[in-house]
């Protein structure tokens, strides 16, 4: 819906791991002209996609590179050559690598209103404590919370205050 329009409205490139590659990739170069997902078909079908895997080869989606050696520092690479936004999405083991690396500037959260069981963990038990300053949270009319931090500040805990 919007958040991602948002998010695709300036110039972007993907960063995405191998599963959700996978999963894209399977998809979206199929998007049949005259669907109402065209326009972001075509959006992510012509970005860049820099891949973190351990199976380089396959990746036939257009634009796509395998990242080499360390995730984090190959991300700081791409992040020093100052190009366009990285964009990321699912790809949960690569997002909490970057995390604890420091390597995340935005977080958007999407929390859907329906419980699926145990799932998979967001951030691991070996997480480092971050400061994000919430930007905005925005609700769909299908209930899905989208909330979206920005990197900075320090670490604070919350109190029992009011205003807290």
Not at 1 to 17: K, N, S, T
Not at 95 to 104: E, G, H, I, K, T
Not at 145 to 159: D, K, N, P, Q
């Amino acid at each position: 819906g919007r958040h991602v329009r948002d998010l695709m409205a300036a110039p972007f490139e993907l960063l995405l791991g191998r599963r959700t590659y996978d999963i894209f990739a399977g998809y979206w170069p199929h998007v049949p002209a005259g669907s109402g997902s065209r326009p972001l078909a075509d959006r992510l079908n012509s970005a860049p996609k820099h891949v973190a895997t351990h199976r380089p080869d396959g990746l036939s989606w257009q634009g796509s590179r395998a990242l080499s050696g360390d995730l984090a520092e190959a991300v700081r690479a791409l992040k020093r050559q100052g190009g366009a936004d990285l964009l990321t999405f699912g790809s949960g083991d690569m997002v909490r690598q970057l995390l604890a690396a420091d390597l995340v500037d935005d977080l958007s959260l999407l929390v859907y209103p329906v419980m699926l069981g145990p799932g998979k963990r967001v951030f691991g038990d070996d997480a480092q404590a971050r400061a994000f300053t919430l930007e905005r949270v925005d609700a769909t009319p299908g209930g899905v919370l989208v909330s979206r931090y920005l990197r900075g500040g320090e670490v604070r805990t919350g109190s029992f205050e009011d205003g807290e």
